[in-house]
T-cell receptor, first 113, second 114 residues
Framework: AQSVTQLDSHVSVSEGTPVLLRCNYS??????LFWYVQHPNKGLQLLLK??????LVKGINGFEAEFKKSETSFHLTKPSAHMSDAAEYFC???????????FGTGTRLQVFP | KAGVTQTPRYLIKTRGQQVTLSCSPI?????VSWYQQTPGQGLQFLFE???????NKGNFPGRFSGRQFSNSRSEMNVSTLELGDSALYLC?????????????FGPGTRLTVL
């Protein structure tokens, strides 16, 4: 069965420092993986997606993620955090070849000035 | 292009009542999915409709139902409301032509059950 585990429920960084949000996945076949962001009182926005093309995926707002099959990981990174990055981030896997999404428990990112 | 819209944005109901939530997808999108978001259970998939047919279903009781109309708009109904149904209900749309489509989410309907 497909699942994702987000290893940190909270991450705090200072503005201008790198961001690392960790995600491990479990899938019985080649998965499609996504990162979504949710700002307070707003809907979910897709940051990036991996669908078996390049293993390094670039997304919006300077975020990127690397698919590592050997480590079953799909960590999200950004070189330099901005105050506007403070939000909840979800690692997501699709259920087999469907549009059903399975969400991780989320990582709340705090950015301090 | 207009985004996914959900109405109403906020609802307050009492136990035992029923409620209907509405979702209008992005123009041209034929797939609509519904998710429930709670602090305790996180984001959970309810069901997906494609071309007026339920294509995928999550693990929710039969009190949760949905439908899709010929214009792709979708409604979700919850009958005999329980306190635990208090949640943010999110709707997402995609083209639905193949798997792993990018899904676009609406702002959600916040349901409070008293």
């Amino acid at each position: 069965a497909q699942s994702v585990t987000q290893l940190d429920s909270h991450v705090s960084v200072s503005e201008g420092t790198p961001v690392l949000l960790r995600c491990n996945y479990s899938s019985s076949y080649s998965p499609s993986l996504f990162w979504y962001v949710q700002h307070p009182n707003k809907g979910l926005q897709l940051l990036l997606k991996y669908t078996s093309a390049a293993t390094l995926v670039k997304g919006i707002n300077g975020f990127e993620a690397e698919f590592k099959k050997s480590e079953t990981s799909f960590h999200l990174t950004k070189p330099s955090a901005h105050m506007s990055d403070a939000a909840e981030y979800f690692c997501v896997v699709s259920f087999y070849n469907t549009d059903k999404l399975i969400f991780g428990t989320g990582t709340r990112l705090q950015v301090f000035p | 292009k207009a985004g996914v819209t959900q109405t109403p944005r906020y609802l307050i109901k009492t136990r035992g009542q029923q409620v209907t939530l509405s979702c209008s997808p992005i123009s041209g999108h034929r797939s609509v999915s519904w998710y429930q978001q709670t602090p305790g259970q996180g984001l959970q998939f309810l069901f997906e409709y494609f071309s007026e047919t339920q294509r995928n279903k999550g693990n929710f009781p039969g009190r949760f139902s949905g439908r899709q109309f010929s214009n792709s708009r979708s409604e979700m109904n919850v009958s005999t409301l329980e306190l635990g149904d208090s949640a943010l209900y999110l709707c997402a749309s995609s083209s639905g032509r193949e798997g792993h489509n990018e899904q676009f989410f609406g702002p959600g309907t916040r349901l409070t059950v008293l």
